[in-house]
């Protein structure tokens, strides 16, 4: 298996862009997570989708972040407007169901909002 | 809510010698513990985890952990350290109790540097 995937791996953009970033889990898994990751906060949970449904948001800073999951093997982050304050590593991750599996993370994509 | 603690920033540790970075958790329920890895620009590995049973845990590359319920600990150990081990290493707790027993929540990190 791959892996997840996302993409883009790293994403330079200018404050007021709109940012889109993407992710494949793992076929077969039905959880999928999105984390950012800073050194000041470490490493915080998005949203949890299970199932292609999100099932807990409350991780999305504000309005301005938005995901969709249309289909078990796609899912989007976007940012609209990006600030500089955004900037991150954004990691996708997924899990076959159930609370002792464990989660299996993406790559990142590394975002700069200058 | 649940809860980790990793104490130590950073673990220096020379090459050849055990190496153990620390982590305590909080929970309402009964955890279920997991240890990752990061290595730089890449996304955390899953090295092991403890379910139930055994209280010492063996997984990828040698390393194991002890879950101790009395201390709410799960140290993470090595009994010799590599220099390619050296990474940041993230504890992380899930509770099985509450509306919230799908999610991780992760320690800040420990960053272990592992001297030649």
């Known amino acids: 298996d791959a892996g997840v995937i996302q993409s883009p791996r790293h994403e330079v953009t200018e404050m007021g862009q709109e940012v889109t970033l993407r992710c494949k889990p793992i076929?077969?898994?039905?959880?999928l997570f999105w984390y950012r990751q800073t050194m000041m906060r470490g490493l915080e949970l998005l949203i949890y989708f299970n199932n292609n449904v999100p099932i807990d948001d409350s991780g999305m800073p504000e309005d301005r972040f938005s995901a969709k999951m249309p289909n078990a093997s796609f899912s989007t982050l976007k940012i609209q407007p990006s600030e500089p304050r955004d900037s991150a590593v954004y990691f996708c991750?997924?899990?076959?169901?159930?609370?002792?599996?464990?989660?299996?993370f993406g790559p990142g994509t590394r975002l700069t909002v200058l | 809510a649940q809860s980790v603690a990793q104490p130590e920033d950073q673990v220096n540790v020379a090459e050849g010698n055990p190496l153990t970075v620390k982590c305590t958790y909080s929970v309402s329920g009964n955890p279920y513990l997991f240890w990752y890895v990061q290595y730089p620009n890449r996304g955390l590995q899953f090295l092991l985890k403890?379910?139930?049973?055994?209280?010492l845990v063996k997984g990828s590359y040698g390393f194991e952990a002890e879950f101790n319920k009395s201390q709410t600990s799960f140290h993470l150990k090595n009994p010799s350290a590599l220099v390619s081990d050296s990474a940041l290493y993230f504890c992380a707790v899930r509770d099985l109790m509450g509306a919230g027993s799908y999610q991780l929540t992760f320690g800040k990190g420990t960053k272990l540097s592992v001297i030649p």
């Open positions: 403890y379910i139930t049973g055994d209280n």
């Open positions: 076929s077969g898994h039905n959880s």
């Open positions: 991750a997924s899990s076959k169901g159930g609370a002792y599996n464990e989660q299996f």
